[in-house]
């Protein structure tokens, strides 16, 4: 049996404050059922968010020939949604580019867990989460990518992503079968 992680990416309220209200609620809902979900396994719960410096200083390319000030550090729009069940001792985990490895101690955190799969939810499918799981299968973890928590503001691009990676870089499953898999 595989020892998993529960890794939610960019839940922020920058990303989310522009959504439909619906759409953002069920996803924070079903993102929490996960994380509940994991919790109650014994699994470990990783909260990986971006912040860049008011100057943009180290920020992705594109964002500093744009001069797109989103997730700036210290701002509300770069922390964690407040409808989100993070508890205090949970890992938080700033990353600097769409990869939750990219630059960080993702992989640190994973070999002292002895993690060899992760699940990964949170936004935007065709960006980070899809960048995070071919990182990640590039380690030889194995990912799951949690398809009811799992959305972006490019529903085309996400859509080709989940296609995309399911059964070759990931495993696509709805959140019922996550949880069911966690519990055998």
């Known amino acids: 049996m595989p020892k998993r992680a529960l890794v939610v990416i960019d839940m922020l309220n920058d990303f989310l404050r522009d959504w439909e209200k619906v759409q953002a ?3 924070i809902s079903k ?3 996960l994380v509940r979900a994991f919790r109650q396994a014994g699994a470990p719960v990783v909260w990986v968010r971006q912040a ?5 200083s180290d920020a992705f390319l594109e964002m500093r020939d744009k001069g797109t000030a989103i997730t700036i ?3 509300d729009g770069a922390r964690i949604h407040s409808g989100l069940e993070r508890h205090a001792d949970d890992i938080v985990i700033i990353k600097k580019r769409y ?3 990219f ?6 955190v994973i ?8 699940v990964l939810c949170g936004v935007n499918t065709h960006a980070c989460i899809r960048i995070a799981a071919i990182d990640a299968y590039q380690r030889d973890i194995r990912v799951v990518l949690a398809s009811d928590c799992v959305s972006s503001y490019d529903e085309e691009h996400a859509r080709v992503s989940l296609a995309y990676m399911d059964g070759k870089i990931a495993r696509v499953a709805g959140n019922a079968d996550i949880i069911r898999s966690l519990n055998e």
């Open 99 to 101: 990869s939750a490895f």
């Open 31 to 33: 993102t929490n059922e």
């Open 73 to 75: 550090e210290g701002t």
């Open 52 to 56: 860049f410096k008011p100057d943009l």
């Open 25 to 27: 609620a069920a996803l």
């Open 111 to 118: 070999a002292a867990a002895g993690i060899d799969e992760l």
């Open 103 to 108: 630059g960080t101690n993702l992989d640190e």
